[in-house]
Protein backbone atom coordinates (compact mmCIF):
# COMPACT_ATOMS: atom_id res chain seq x y z
CA UNK A 1 0.00 0.00 0.00
CA UNK A 2 1.27 3.23 -1.10
CA UNK A 3 1.20 5.75 2.00
CA UNK A 4 2.92 8.28 0.33
CA UNK A 5 -0.36 9.35 -1.49
CA UNK A 6 -2.47 9.09 1.47
CA UNK A 7 -3.72 12.13 2.97
CA UNK A 8 -6.53 11.94 5.94
CA UNK A 9 -9.24 14.66 5.36
CA UNK A 10 -8.91 17.25 7.97
CA UNK A 11 -12.26 17.46 10.26
CA UNK A 12 -13.01 20.63 9.68
CA UNK A 13 -16.87 20.75 10.06
CA UNK A 14 -19.14 19.94 12.53
CA UNK A 15 -22.12 18.04 11.39
CA UNK A 16 -25.00 18.53 14.28
CA UNK A 17 -28.18 16.40 13.98
CA UNK A 18 -30.39 19.05 15.21
CA UNK A 19 -34.33 20.12 16.30
CA UNK A 20 -33.40 23.76 15.46
CA UNK A 21 -34.64 25.46 12.46
CA UNK A 22 -33.00 27.41 10.11
CA UNK A 23 -35.23 30.50 12.14
CA UNK A 24 -33.51 29.24 15.46
CA UNK A 25 -29.89 28.88 14.54
CA UNK A 26 -29.78 32.30 12.47
CA UNK A 27 -31.70 34.18 15.44
CA UNK A 28 -29.30 32.78 18.13
CA UNK A 29 -26.40 33.00 15.83
CA UNK A 30 -25.76 28.70 17.41
CA UNK A 31 -27.00 25.65 17.74
CA UNK A 32 -26.69 24.84 21.09
CA UNK A 33 -26.68 21.96 23.94
CA UNK A 34 -24.16 19.92 22.79
CA UNK A 35 -21.92 17.54 24.39
CA UNK A 36 -18.66 17.50 22.71
CA UNK A 37 -15.52 17.65 22.76
CA UNK A 38 -14.22 21.66 23.00
CA UNK A 39 -10.66 20.70 22.06
CA UNK A 40 -11.75 18.83 19.14
CA UNK A 41 -14.55 21.01 17.95
CA UNK A 42 -12.23 24.49 18.57
CA UNK A 43 -10.34 23.23 15.26
CA UNK A 44 -13.30 23.10 12.83
CA UNK A 45 -14.14 25.98 10.76
CA UNK A 46 -17.66 24.97 9.79
CA UNK A 47 -20.79 24.20 11.06
CA UNK A 48 -22.84 22.09 8.93
CA UNK A 49 -26.70 21.34 10.10
CA UNK A 50 -28.81 18.50 9.83
CA UNK A 51 -32.94 18.42 10.11
CA UNK A 52 -33.69 15.43 12.85
CA UNK A 53 -37.57 15.77 12.42
CA UNK A 54 -39.70 14.50 9.63
CA UNK A 55 -40.26 14.93 6.98
CA UNK A 56 -36.56 16.70 6.12
CA UNK A 57 -35.48 14.54 8.67
CA UNK A 58 -31.25 13.78 7.83
CA UNK A 59 -31.15 16.70 5.32
CA UNK A 60 -28.50 19.07 5.89
CA UNK A 61 -29.92 22.36 5.55
CA UNK A 62 -27.32 25.52 6.97
CA UNK A 63 -23.41 26.05 6.86
CA UNK A 64 -22.06 27.96 9.20
CA UNK A 65 -18.65 30.09 9.72
CA UNK A 66 -17.96 28.68 13.18
CA UNK A 67 -16.68 32.02 15.55
CA UNK A 68 -16.43 30.07 19.07
CA UNK A 69 -17.20 27.32 21.24
CA UNK A 70 -19.41 28.46 24.41
CA UNK A 71 -19.34 26.42 27.05
CA UNK A 72 -23.37 26.47 28.76
CA UNK A 73 -23.67 24.73 32.29
CA UNK A 74 -27.89 24.19 31.91
CA UNK A 75 -28.00 23.24 35.56
CA UNK A 76 -28.02 19.54 35.62
CA UNK A 77 -24.58 19.18 36.18
CA UNK A 78 -23.54 18.38 33.06
CA UNK A 79 -21.01 20.87 30.68
CA UNK A 80 -22.97 21.61 27.00
CA UNK A 81 -22.14 24.13 24.17
CA UNK A 82 -23.29 26.06 22.12
CA UNK A 83 -21.35 26.11 18.22
CA UNK A 84 -21.79 29.91 17.66
CA UNK A 85 -21.54 30.95 13.80
CA UNK A 86 -20.72 34.81 12.47
CA UNK A 87 -21.89 33.73 9.20
CA UNK A 88 -24.95 31.39 7.47
CA UNK A 89 -25.36 29.94 4.07
CA UNK A 90 -28.47 27.37 3.28
CA UNK A 91 -28.14 24.51 1.78
CA UNK A 92 -31.01 21.59 0.67
CA UNK A 93 -28.80 18.38 0.89
CA UNK A 94 -30.90 15.71 1.48
CA UNK A 95 -29.58 12.18 3.04
CA UNK A 96 -26.55 13.62 4.57
CA UNK A 97 -27.32 11.88 8.34
CA UNK A 98 -26.52 8.19 8.23
CA UNK A 99 -28.92 7.32 10.98
CA UNK A 100 -25.98 7.25 13.87
CA UNK A 101 -26.71 7.62 17.04
CA UNK A 102 -24.27 10.75 18.57
CA UNK A 103 -25.83 13.52 17.11
CA UNK A 104 -22.29 15.40 16.78
CA UNK A 105 -20.00 14.24 14.10
CA UNK A 106 -16.57 15.81 13.21
CA UNK A 107 -15.79 15.37 9.26
CA UNK A 108 -14.66 17.27 6.33
CA UNK A 109 -16.70 19.49 4.39
CA UNK A 110 -14.98 18.11 1.28
CA UNK A 111 -16.04 14.45 2.69
CA UNK A 112 -20.19 15.96 2.87
CA UNK A 113 -19.72 17.09 -0.75
CA UNK A 114 -20.19 21.41 0.03
CA UNK A 115 -17.60 23.14 -1.72
CA UNK A 116 -17.41 26.61 0.32
CA UNK A 117 -16.47 28.75 -2.82
CA UNK A 118 -19.98 27.68 -4.10
CA UNK A 119 -21.68 29.27 -1.15
CA UNK A 120 -22.99 32.59 -0.41
CA UNK A 121 -22.95 32.94 2.99
CA UNK A 122 -24.72 35.72 4.96
CA UNK A 123 -23.08 38.05 7.70
CA UNK A 124 -25.01 37.47 11.12
Not at 40 to 50: E, F, G, I, T
Not at 60 to 82: E, W
Request: glycine fraction near 6%; include cysteine; charge should be negative.
Amino acid sequence: MAFANYQKQTEDTLLTFTIHDEQYIKANQYDDAWVLSAERASNCKYLVCCHSQEPQKGTAFCVGLVSQIQAKNPGDGKTRYAICISAYAPIDLPDVWDGGQNPVRYVSLQDLGIDPASLTFETL
